[in-house]
């Protein structure tokens, strides 16, 4: 039986057709993309999420209440010292004269609103009867006397070089905006700009983890 011999092809493709859609196409591009101008500064945006859970450490929360009063709290769990150092600056550039024993129960006191001349008498009250005393508020609406300046002084020094330490600011909705201005410009008066506002999650379930827990939003910068 005759073999049958089948025709070689040529394996090369003919890649013109390819060469002048490819050029059609950056052609396509190059005339209508707008390209972007040189900024005249390099700027690196900062990142941002939309909520993080209320951290527990290396944190200062500054509460304005629905009467404008305003409490300063330290978030240290880990690092009780960080405590003692505050109060004893406090003590010492005040000259408040408090005992060992008092500046001790600052560890245990949640939050202060009080004037330097009421924090003697609030520190010799036991922790547990912190709450029934009506603390009236640092006084901060007096540019000559916002005394909240010291208190986040304070804090600075006692977290110098911590990392992520952050200032929350937990405000009431009826509270007005002068003392919430009054705030901020204690934090400018230290060289701070940044500050994180506590918030509340919309539309979580009643009664869950989720609204039970306090959420922070990212860093706002004056």
């Known amino acids: 039986m005759p073999s049958v011999k089948i025709p070689r092809k040529s394996t090369d493709t003919d890649m013109t057709p390819f060469v002048d859609i490819a050029f059609l196409i950056l052609s396509f591009f190059i005339m209508a993309t707008k390209f972007k101008p040189p900024e005249p500064v390099e700027i690196k945006t900062p990142g941002s999420v939309l909520s993080q859970k209320l951290p527990e450490n290396n944190a200062v929360l500054i509460t304005i209440d629905s009467t404008n009063r305003v ?7 880990k690092d009780k010292t960080k405590y003692d150092a505050i109060i004893n600056d406090i003590n010492t550039t005040q000259s408040l004269g408090l005992t060992p024993a008092e500046i ?16 003697k008498q609030l520190l010799a009250t036991n ?8 603390q009236p508020g ?3 609406l007096d540019t000559l006397n916002n005394q909240l300046v010291h208190w986040i002084g304070a804090a600075k020094r006692a977290f110098a070089g911590e990392k992520g330490f952050k200032y929350l600011i937990k405000g009431d909705g009826h509270s007005k905006y002068p003392t919430f201005e ?9 060289d701070e700009f940044k ?6 999650l919309d539309d979580v379930p009643s009664g869950s ?6 959420y922070f939003v990212p860093e706002n910068k004056k």
């Not at 409490?71 to 769990?77: D, G, R």
């Open 195 to 200: 500050y994180n506002l506590v918030t509340a």
């Open 182 to 190: 009054a705030v901020i410009s204690a934090l400018k008066k230290n």
């Open 104 to 119: 001790q129960n600052y560890r245990q006191t949640y939050a202060v609103g009080v004037p330097f001349g009421g924090l």
């Open 71 to 77: 409490y300063f709290s330290v978030m240290s769990e």
């Open 138 to 140: 640092i006084p901060v």
């Open 127 to 134: 922790f547990k009867d912190q709450a029934s005393l009506k």
């Open 209 to 214: 983890e989720f609204s039970k827990a306090q």
